[in-house]
């Protein structure tokens, strides 16, 4: 059988290496050749002795995902459509700033998880994705942006903010986040790699444990009402269990912060007296606001926040000392700002049915003639 070496942290790669009866230094070499130097072919990893080369290449392959389309937005946000096979596509995306530069990274073929304003969530759910298809996402993206005239990557930050949720695919997902933060692969550091989460706890104090980034939390709503409406992950793991695991968190995370994150909803969850709760839910765990304007997709049955809403929302939450961020939409002319992320999801869940379904049996409920 071939396996595919994009699939390996180091620590797997010297295991592999074991078996084969060679030293586990071998591991760092291959992945310096593969995560360093973006090579694809083992012939050409020339510090490895060609018999042990020629092993390599009859049991193993680099097999990075095939990127099927590549758009460039007018303000330099890059969006790859890469093929997963069998009809699913998974999108990741650049999002270059003033001294950085941030790769928004897929986790899985849709979501399950239904978060009402979401379009990934809306498509359903297909599979979670191999390791090779996490890190492959910033293995494709270093080749095509490669480095600036210093020398140094282009890409400085991985947020997992694309499709899918992260901890929900979580063995996947932090075999890739070792290989991000591996020196002989991408070296990035635990503050610059973040994960981003609606909030499956037992799983946050996993990560906790096994490998703590930066940490954002999907908030979206101030109160239990609210957030079992528009995130339904919250009837599983209520907000006081919630703002207890972000607490947990902090003990080992890499910066003593946790950033919400709270997208503005117009008449749903964008007023004062929401800001106000939302302090007093926040109030014993250390953090930032990161509020992210709606962005609309269609028959979504939501509108973005009027800018003037924001503010006020924005205000509040600053007064009372906090740091807040309004997210700029990036990307907008190639579809790629947050929750807008499409892909191609062949949905095992037939959710886009379901909701026919109900659509059409609401409609029919409500034209029963009164009696
Ligand atoms: N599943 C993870 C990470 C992916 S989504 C999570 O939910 O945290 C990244 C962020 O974009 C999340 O905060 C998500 O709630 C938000 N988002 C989803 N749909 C959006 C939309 N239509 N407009 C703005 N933000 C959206
Ligand atoms: Fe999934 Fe995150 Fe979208 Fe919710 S917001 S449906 S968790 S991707």
Same mark, same amino acid.
């Given at each position: 059988m071939t396996v595919n070496l994009l699939n390996f942290d180091q620590p797997a790669l010297a295991a592999f290496f074991a078996e084969l009866g060679e030293k586990p230094f071998r591991a760092k070499q291959v992945m310096r050749w593969i995560h360093h130097f973006g090579v694809t072919d083992i012939e050409q990893m020339t510090d490895i002795a060609r018999p042990l080369r020629e092993k390599l290449a009859a049991m193993a392959v680099i097999a990075p995902p095939e990127v099927k389309v590549e758009q460039i937005s007018e303000d330099g946000t890059r969006k790859w459509l890469i093929d997963v096979g069998t009809g699913n596509g998974i999108e990741t995306v650049f999002i270059? *700033?003033?001294?950085?530069?941030?790769?928004?990274?897929?986790?899985?073929?849709? @979501?399950?998880?239904?978060?009402?304003?979401?379009?990934?969530?809306?498509?359903?759910?297909?599979?979670?994705?191999?390791?090779?298809?996490?890190? =492959?996402?910033?293995?494709?993206?270093?080749?095509?942006?490669?480095?600036?005239?210093?020398?140094?990557?282009?890409?400085?930050?991985? $947020?997992?903010?694309?499709?899918? *949720?992260?901890?929900?695919?979580?063995?996947?997902?932090?075999?890739?986040?070792?290989?991000?933060?591996?020196?002989?692969?991408?070296?990035?550091?635990?503050?610059?790699?973040?994960?981003?989460?609606?909030?499956? $706890?037992?799983?946050?104090?996993?990560?906790?444990?096994? @490998?703590?980034?930066?940490?954002?939390?999907?908030?979206?709503?101030?109160?239990?009402?609210?957030?079992?409406?528009? $995130?339904?992950?919250?009837?599983?793991?209520?907000?006081?269990?919630?703002?207890?695991?972000?607490?947990?968190?902090?003990?080992?995370?890499?910066?003593?912060?946790?950033?919400?994150?709270?997208?503005?909803?117009?008449?749903?969850?964008?007023?004062?007296?929401?800001?106000?709760?939302?302090?007093?839910?926040?109030?014993?765990?250390?953090?930032?606001?990161?509020?992210?304007?709606?962005?609309?997709?269609?028959?979504? =049955?939501?509108?973005?926040?009027?800018?003037?809403?924001?503010?006020?929302f924005r205000d509040t939450l600053m007064q009372a000392g906090y740091v807040v961020t309004t997210r700029k939409t990036r990307g907008e002319d190639i579809d790629a700002a947050c929750g807008q992320l499409a892909g191609k999801v062949q949905d095992k869940t037939r959710r886009a049915e379901k909701r026919v379904v109900r659509i059409v049996a609401e409609q029919a409920q409500h034209s029963v003639p009164n009696h």
């Open positions: 270059p *700033e003033e001294g950085r530069g941030t790769l928004c990274v897929s986790s899985q073929v849709g @979501c399950a998880l239904e978060c009402t304003f979401c379009s990934t969530g809306r498509q359903g759910f297909n599979r979670n994705l191999e390791v090779s298809e996490i890190i =492959g996402q910033l293995w494709v993206a270093n080749k095509a942006l490669g480095r600036d005239p210093k020398g140094d990557r282009i890409i400085s930050n991985v $947020v997992m903010m694309g499709m899918g *949720e992260p901890l929900a695919n979580f063995d996947n997902v932090v075999t890739a986040l070792n290989i991000m933060l591996d020196d002989s692969a991408y070296g990035l550091s635990r503050r610059r790699v973040t994960v981003s989460t609606s909030g499956l $706890v037992p799983a946050m104090d996993r990560l906790r444990e096994e @490998c703590p980034v930066a940490l954002a939390v999907s908030l979206h709503a101030p109160n239990d009402a609210l957030r079992d409406e528009i $995130v339904p992950i919250n009837r599983k793991y209520p907000l006081k269990e919630l703002m207890a695991a972000c607490r947990r968190y902090l003990e080992k995370a890499p910066r003593d912060f946790i950033t919400f994150e709270y997208v503005m909803l117009d008449g749903v969850n964008d007023t004062v007296e929401h800001a106000r709760q939302l302090l007093a839910l926040v109030k014993d765990v250390p953090c930032k606001f990161n509020l992210i304007p709606f962005n609309p997709f269609p028959d979504s =049955g939501y509108r973005t926040s009027r800018s003037e809403q924001i503010r006020r």
